[in-house]
Every structure is written in C-alpha cells, then in structure tokens.
C-alpha cells in the first residue's frame, strides 16, 4: 500500500551515477544547502512520490529544527501516520479538519480496527507532534484554521494555560522501572557476558563482543546518560585512568549530542571507565585492524580526517575531507551525525573517533543498543526462569532511570546518616549546597526539578522516601533500594544468591 514516507538528507553525501534522468544530481548537496536542507534533515515524501515544498520549510526552517534527534524521528513518524489516515479519506495534510483529528484520536487510541492502540501518554506525544506543525501553518499563512482546537486549564502552579482539547487526560505520572544495583549486575553478566546464573562462565555461550556491551552498560548505568549521549561519545571524551585515586572520574557532554541541548558534566565510575578502557584495548582495537585490512575505511566515501586541536583543552578539531577541503568545528557542536564521520591518522591508517564500533569497525548506530539489551533481557529470562522470581530486565533508558534512584538514595542517605544533620543543620546544608533532588536534576541535565520528580522519580516519593532512610535499621545505600523494592514492583531486585 502506497503511504507517506520519511526520508533524510545523507549525513554522507551519495556519488550518483551519469544517468540522463539523474542530470546535476552530482551537484545535490549544493541545491539542497541553497534551499536550507543541511545534513541530516527530515523531508517527506506523500503516496504519489511528491514532496510538499510547504512541509520541507518547516522541517528546515521553523522550531521543529531545534529539536534533538531522537524528537525529530519520532515526530516525523507520527506526522506520516496522521498524514496516512487523513490520505484514506482522500485529504493532504493541509485540508485536516477539527473532525478529522477528533476521528483519528479515537482510531489510534479505541477503535477494535486498530490492532495497535496507543496510550494517553504515547497519544499526547502524538499531539503535540501536530500541534507543532499546525501552528507554523496557520502562522505562516498556510492554512486558515488549526484543526487542533484548544481549551483553558490550570497547571499544578494554579496559573491558566491553553491545552489541545484532544488531550488525553488518563495518563500515568510515570512509567519508570529501575533496576537495583546487584539486579543490574546480574542482568549484565548473564545477559551480556553470557555467564551463568552462577556468575561461571557459560562454555554454551555464543555471544560476540561481551566487553563492549558490558562496558556500554556500565558507562549508562554509571552517568545516568541516554542512550544517544552515550553512544555517541568520543575516544577523546572519555577522561584518562589516574590510578585508584579517583571513585568518579569527570567528563564533558557537548551541547550538540545532549537532548537539552547544553553542555553538561557528567561522572564516570572508577569500574565504568576500566571496562571502557580496556574493551578500547581489545575488542575496539581488533575492530579497527580488521577494518584496515579489509579496506573498509579507504572504501567510505566521507570522511573528516582531524589533523589537529586548537582552543582551549583541544575543544576545537581541525580536518580535512576526501576532496581535500579543510574544516573545523568546536567539539561541542558536533552533532551525533557528524561525530561518525571524524577519523585519525593511526599507525596503519585512519581509525575512527567514535568510541563504540560494531563488528566492521564502523561507528556503531545509536539504535543498535536497543535490539543488543532486548537479547541480553530474553536470556536473562530464559536462564534465571525458575531460580529467580522476576528475571531482571533492562533497556538503555533504564539505567537511567536506576543512576537517578540510586544517587537520590545515596545523597539523602549522606545527608541523614553520614553527615548526622540536625533538621536545622540539614536547612542550612540544603541552602549552601541545594537539595538532593536538585543535584539529581542537575546530573540528569533536566531543565527543571519538577521534571525529575514527576517523571523519573515520582513513585519513590510516593513511598515516604524520607520515613525509610532514617530507619537505624537500615546499615547502607543498598539495603535502602532492597527495602524500595519491597514496596514499590517498578523497582526491581533479586535475591541474595539469585
């Protein structure tokens, strides 16, 4: 069946072969620079084949370009998907009606025609995708009337604000899940490193490239940061070992790759940075000569060789391309993109910067990580079935999840136990120094707390957090997350000698 479709420019650009209806095609990139289409960007094709000149400016020129990556994916999707419904009833995206949108809310989150219902959260997501674009229409002229309606509401501060009037009101606060420290661990070496629930190696185990999803694990789990930021990262981010001096070891985000949008410090673990450290010794290592022997790299048909660092602490990175034409750009504002195209000169030839390559010794896609934890959970599943009661399991964004929990515990637990604050004292540390949540909020790179405590950790606040941390029974962080397990299924443990 004929559909809308998504499409992006090539981060790489693609040589077209001489072909009469291909004519000044070689010349692409420069055509589509002209009309603001840079690298990366979205455009979209209808069921004919056609792309809306109309549609192209706002994913070029308008807010929607502002967003992070992961945002543009997703919205792009949706707005085929409305763009798709609105076809069947023989209408282009710009002849949508209120009745429309109302018809099509009910189809994607009732109708028994739809096999695939969405939730009031995934729906307002959805909204808010066309609330975007529909606004920069009738903004621009385009169309005369929004079909998204609004209504007055008033927000949890009691000020009045405007809401699309399709917006679902039976959504969760949270969907989260973390995982305990010792239920990573175990969901880790079963599951990535193909040990046995006994923690021996497993002789029947197949798996390749143990040390780098374990260490790519760790270093999530370890900083809190996404899935993106994390794979995203470069041989040059990661801080250099200093012994066992250090438990953390600090890094920069750069603005570009992080969702916010800002730079941002994040901390490394001792344990996370060896695991990262020595799979670049190994694993990485052997990718890359695998890669130089085959001629991978000499066969690619873009790449920015760094020939030096300038600037403060090497921020800015100077290359040169495959046509000979030199650039530069600030550390901080490579995208995710771009980051795959970067190289260095190594002792046998170019190598690449990005940190995490898969088996060709290519950059590794950032979606790739997905389907790696969705394995690493199904054998968790199938080996810990009967000896455990709920075999972990874990996605990138949960370990996310889980460094949030953990720090939230460890700092109040500082706070309450090791510092052995007084209520008045705690007042004050809490002016000098700011809260736990807050320091949470800033390790996440969340614009607000209030973001932190609804979404991510809101049902631990649900549990009274503050009657279980002063409990003289409790001796440590970790009991602490045993005793949040016991009272919350979203938080998940497993026993002792599990």
Avoid at 156 to 180: H, M, Y
Avoid at 355 to 383: I, K, Y
Wanted: aromatic content about 10%.
């Amino acid at each position: 069946m004929k559909q809308w479709q998504v499409h992006w420019v090539p981060m790489v650009p693609k040589a077209v072969p001489g072909h009469l209806t291909l004519e000044g095609w070689d010349r692409l990139e420069e055509r589509e620079a002209a009309i603001g289409f840079d690298r990366g960007d979205p455009f979209l094709t209808d069921p004919d084949f056609r792309v809306d000149a109309r549609l192209s400016r706002f994913y070029a020129r308008s807010s929607f370009a502002r967003l992070a990556p992961e945002s543009k994916r997703n919205y792009t999707t949706d707005h085929c998907l409305f763009f798709n419904f609105l076809w069947q009833r023989g209408k282009a995206w710009f002849e949508a009606t209120r009745d429309d949108l109302l018809d099509y809310e009910d189809w994607r989150r009732r109708s028994p025609q739809n096999p695939v219902q969405v939730s009031g959260g995934r729906w307002n997501r959805e909204l808010a995708a066309l609330q975007l674009l529909y606004r920069w229409a009738v903004n621009e002229g385009h169309l005369g009337r929004n079909p998204i309606t609004m209504r007055e509401a008033t927000n949890r501060q009691g000020e009045k604000i405007s809401v699309p009037t399709a917006r679902a009101k039976d959504v969760r606060s949270s969907n989260v899940k973390w995982l305990t420290p010792r239920a990573f661990r175990l969901w880790r070496d079963v599951g990535l490193r193909g040990y046995t629930p006994e923690g021996r190696a497993d002789p029947s185990w197949r798996g390749r490239h143990d040390d780098r999803n374990a260490a790519y694990a760790d270093l999530l789990f370890s900083t809190g940061l996404r899935r993106s930021e994390g794979g995203s990262l470069l041989t040059i981010e990661i801080p250099a070992l200093a012994g066992d001096t250090h438990r953390f070891y600090d890094a920069r985000l750069a603005a570009a790759v992080a969702k916010s949008r800002r730079p941002r410090t994040f901390y490394l673990s001792l344990a996370a940075l060896r695991a990262t450290e020595a799979y670049a010794a190994t694993t990485r290592r052997a990718a890359v000569r695998r890669a130089q022997g085959a001629g991978v790299y000499e066969r690619l048909e873009e790449m920015w060789l760094v020939t030096h660092r300038t600037g403060r602490q090497g921020a800015t990175l100077h290359w040169h391309d495959r046509r000979g034409r030199a650039g530069r750009r600030d550390l901080n504002a490579l995208s995710v993109g771009e980051r795959r195209l970067l190289f260095v000169e190594g002792p046998a030839g170019p190598e690449p910067l990005s940190l995490w390559l898969a088996e060709n010794g290519l950059p590794m896609g950032c979606h790739s990580w997905e389907a790696v934890f969705r394995a690493a959970s199904l054998r968790c599943g199938t080996q810990l079935g009967g000896r455990v009661a709920e075999p972990p399991f874990c996605t990138p964004h949960m370990c996310r999840h889980s460094m949030a929990l953990h720090m939230l515990v460890a700092l109040h637990h500082a706070m309450d136990r090791k510092f052995d604050l007084s209520p008045e004292e705690r007042r004050d540390y809490q002016l000098l120094y700011g809260d736990p949540w807050r320091m949470v909020k800033d390790l996440l790179g969340h614009s607000s707390v209030e973001v932190t405590r609804n979404i991510y950790l809101a049902p631990v606040a649900d549990l009274q957090l503050r009657s279980l941390l002063v409990d003289d029974d409790l001796p440590d962080v970790s009991e602490i997350l045993s005793r949040l397990s016991q009272a919350s299924e979203r938080v998940l443990d497993v026993e002792v000698g599990a």
